[in-house]
C-alpha cells in the first residue's frame, strides 16, 4: 500500500513539474514574441513617419 502510495506521489510531483516546466516555457516564449512585436511595430513606425 505504502509503495503505491509513493508511486503516485512521484507521479503526481512529475506532473506537476512539468506542468510548471511547460507554463513557464510558455510564458517565456509569449513575453519574447509581446517583445519582438511591439519592436517590430516601433521599427515600422519610425519607417512610416
Known amino acids: 500500500m505504502m509503495k503505491w502510495l509513493r508511486t503516485c506521489r512521484n507521479v503526481v510531483a512529475l506532473s506537476v513539474v512539468a ?8 510564458s517565456i516564449s509569449a513575453i519574447m514574441y509581446i517583445q519582438a512585436f511591439s519592436h517590430l511595430r516601433k521599427s515600422s513606425r519610425i519607417s512610416l513617419t
Open 19 to 26: 506542468f510548471f516546466f511547460h507554463a513557464v516555457r510558455g
